[in-house]
DNA sequence: ATGATATTTCGACTATTATGGAAACATGGA
DNA sequence: TCCATGTTTCCATAATAGTCGAAATATCAT
């Protein structure tokens, strides 16, 4: 991951099937999905999603792991947290606009991604 | 405005010169920018500029109003908010995955765009 | 009216992104 | 080794997005 910035970060979730991709890692949790499952569950051809799936890891994002003869692709929070976080002061100059994001402990519930620090 | 979905929103910021528009006007606060000083602002000629205003406002991000002969611009809050708690929810399953983000006042400090409410 | 200024629209062009079949590249199992 | 499977890369193509000069439109001032 090479410190991408928030607007390659904002474009690359800025497409339906990359969203939905990053959407289905995030409800799968750390353990995250093998490539193929993504692909039948969201009905994109191998080749679009490794196209997707590449951008998605290119700007950190999400990360995968070789696992036998499959690829287990899981979300990095830090980067979405980051996004957020960077959206948050953009949006309110510092001062809280998430009337609707009630919910603000500080807890560094850190989430692992499966085989994660290496 | 017509309820653009959360991948429409992202890919509108995920563009340097619409996320710095974007910036700018959310610097601004409620008063807003007047067209041409962005584009003086930022240097982006006319056509370009209007290009990158017209998307924004396409899926609400901003908002713009007539004043005698120029545009003033003004960041659309709300829509950025629905943004932000929908990234919150997707990136957190509800729980709050925000330790760089600890304002959290839940205040519906609900600015005012300039002459908003007719 | 005429001219100056602000902004958009038009239009032509360039650049970037997306799509997906087919071939190549692993890897695991018989 | 040979085949099946998962994934990527290659490639050609299609589709979309971005750029910006110039013309058009709007509004104000004189």
Redesign the pocket.
Known sequence: METPNAAELL?ALG?E??LSVFRLLVEAGPEGI????I?DRLG????????????LSRVGLIR?Q?E????RYCAEYATMDELIAYLTRNCCQGASCLPKTATCDTIAKRRQCAGEGA
Not at 44 to 55: D, E, G, R
């Open positions: 474009a497409h099937s990359r093998v490539a193929s499952a692909g994109l051809p191998p080749a679009t999603l490794s196209f997707h799936l590449a951008h995968g070789k036998s003869r499959f690829i």
